[in-house]
């Protein structure tokens, strides 16, 4: 489970235990409803950009790794041909 789930299922738990204390009906409200669909939607929302930026992380540091191993080795070539008279 993922950092950003556990904090909005914390959230949520929290949530629906204050809002139990509060009154004394067995079903939630029409507004605590709305209000966990809201934290559900925002939690898939927040899960689902989060694995967005991994994968663009992981692709940006493959791209990275590329380029430090072309230059790598453009430094050796240009090492090579000033060692030459």
Not at 12 to 40: D, H, M, N, W, Y
Request: one cysteine or more.
């Amino acid at each position: 489970m993922s950092r950003v789930s556990k904090v909005v299922s914390i959230g949520v738990f929290s949530a629906l235990i204050a809002c139990g204390g509060i009154g004394c009906t067995k079903k939630p409200s029409q507004e605590e409803v709305s209000k966990l669909e809201e934290a559900r939607v925002a939690a898939e929302s927040a899960e689902k950009k989060l694995s967005e930026l991994r994968q663009e992380r992981m692709q940006l540091e493959q791209e990275l790794q590329g380029k430090q191993s072309d230059l790598n080795a453009k430094e050796q070539e240009l090492n090579d041909l000033q060692e030459k008279p």
